[in-house]
């Protein structure tokens, strides 16, 4: 095994996880700018781990291949050794920030319910529970090692940082709906579509094309309409937790979210006309909300100095997840 206190990855490999960041993580790339150099080399090792994982269940050709893959790299991660380059960095990684390995082994039991496989119904999310639990386990946990790659382990801090994964994630589910129902997948819970899932069928897929039929559309909009206000109470609280981040860390962290939070904005904008183009934020818009939101922060005393305590009904369904409010 390699060793902890001698480990560094080769000018190779980072490179190689800039690249990653670069042409799969644009909002991240855009924000890692106003990290120092220390923390952005680390956060830059955190993401390539995490796009890894995620795309080992996104694009493996052959499920059950990608089944034993991610099972594997859990009991890695447990052993504490791997011959995988990015599994064995990021076990690295993770001992030199001091995140515990339940954390990302709850990142990968997220992605593996994501897998399409014969003993596994598809992915058909019933309450709201399910899906902030979801929400959890594929970004609230980004947040966390997150916070801990950026040297800040206040339990209240973490609070605030799960919030942050937990409001993207439901961005990107509202953003990728038609993506998702092409994967068979929906994340919407049916608690408030009020579907059945026979009719979720038939909104989804008819010869694997997206169906939104006029009866149905509605109540889809309706839905991605309240999962994008339930995002902004989460935006709204990791915006909160922001001050427990050293200033760089918090500036970088605030853009990242302000770009993420108006994908929200322009799906709203867009009145959901075009559900199958994938929405996202030009660059010249980004310009503009990094100056505002920075301008605005300067002025803003929560910004500066933390004033409140985290708001525990955001986790009441999620409470017995690690590092969550109970």
């Not at 050794?81 to 990302?104: G, M, R, W, Y």
Request: aromatic fraction near 10%; proline fraction near 4%.
């Amino acid at each position: 095994m390699t060793n902890q206190s001698s480990y560094l990855p080769s000018a190779e490999y980072t490179k190689a996880s800039n690249e990653v960041l670069f042409n799969q993580g644009k909002t991240f790339y855009w924000a890692k700018f106003f990290l120092s150099k220390q923390a952005a080399h680390k956060a830059t090792r955190l993401y390539r781990f995490c796009r890894y994982i995620d795309d080992l269940a996104d694009e493996a050709e052959d499920q059950e291949q990608a089944l034993i893959d991610l099972n594997l790299i859990k009991a890695e991660l447990i052993s504490g050794d791997s011959a995988d380059a990015i599994v064995l960095d990021a076990i690295n990684l993770f001992k030199e920030c001091t995140i515990p390995v339940a954390v990302p082994i709850a990142l990968i039991d997220g992605v593996l319910a994501d897998l399409t496989l014969p003993t596994q119904e598809p992915v058909r999310l019933k309450t709201e529970a399910a899906l902030l639990e979801y929400c959890y386990q594929v970004a609230g946990t980004v947040g966390i090692m997150m916070c801990k790659v950026l040297n800040v382990h206040d339990p209240n801090a973490l609070y605030h940082a799960i919030d942050l994964g937990v409001g993207m994630q439901l961005t990107n589910i509202c953003r990728d709906v038609h993506a998702d129902a092409l994967l068979n997948r929906v994340y919407l819970p049916q608690s408030l579509l009020g579907l059945t899932i026979a009719q979720l069928e038939t909104v989804i897929t008819s010869n694997n094309k997206p169906l939104f039929n006029a009866d149905h559309r509605e109540k889809v909009i309706q839905t991605i309409t309240t999962l994008l206000k339930q995002a902004n109470d989460y935006y709204a609280s990791a915006y909160a937790g922001l001050a427990y981040l050293p200033f760089r860390s918090r500036v970088s962290i605030l853009i990242a979210a302000k770009l993420y939070q108006h994908i929200g904005v322009e799906i709203e904008r867009q009145q959901f006309i075009n559900m199958h183009k994938k929405v996202y934020v030009p660059m010249p818009t980004k310009l503009m909300l990094t100056i505002s939101a920075c301008t605005k922060a300067i002025f803003d005393a929560q910004f500066w100095r933390y004033h409140t305590t985290h708001n525990a009904k955001l986790h009441r369904l999620m409470t017995r997840l690690p590092f969550c409010h109970a």
